[in-house]
């Protein structure tokens, strides 16, 4: 049985988590909450580089990648960040819900799965 490292522990979860081998990322969102949809996804993709890094991974490394819109209309503006952002040799899986998020503030959030190493 492997050990699990938790990252950035909180009240009711930890930003991710470990074992060894693969790092989950919990959902991420802007602390920008008045951004624009291109402001909070530059935010949130960099906590998740901050995530990878403390976890002993990278984007290269990405293994599934889950995406919330609450609203789906913003599917081709968040793909224009995205494809600045994503290691594009290393393509994770991804998936795009639109869905209702914590706060109406927020514009996305962002889960990902990593290999650790």
């Given at each position: 049985m492997s050990d699990i490292t938790r990252i950035e522990p909180g009240a009711h979860f930890?930003?991710?988590?470990?074992?060894?081998?693969?790092?989950?990322?919990?959902?991420?969102?802007?602390?920008?909450?008045?951004?624009?949809?291109?402001?909070?996804?530059?935010?949130?993709?960099?906590?998740?580089?901050?995530?990878?890094?403390?976890?002993?991974?990278?984007?290269?490394?990405?293994?599934?990648?889950?995406?919330?819109?609450?609203?789906?209309?913003?599917?081709?503006?968040?793909?224009?960040?995205?494809d600045e952002w994503v290691d594009r040799d290393n393509l994770p899986a991804r998936a795009t819900y639109e869905a209702r998020l914590a706060f109406p503030s927020l514009r996305i959030e962002i889960a990902a799965v990593a290999e650790i190493g």
């Open positions: 930890a930003a991710a988590t470990g074992n060894g081998r693969t790092l989950y990322i919990s959902g991420q969102v802007a602390d920008t909450q008045d951004g624009s949809l291109e402001v909070q996804t530059r935010e949130v993709l960099a906590k998740i580089d901050d995530l990878l890094e403390k976890g002993g991974s990278s984007r290269s490394r990405l293994m599934m990648v889950t995406v919330l819109l609450p609203h789906i209309k913003d599917f081709a503006d968040f793909n224009a960040v995205w």
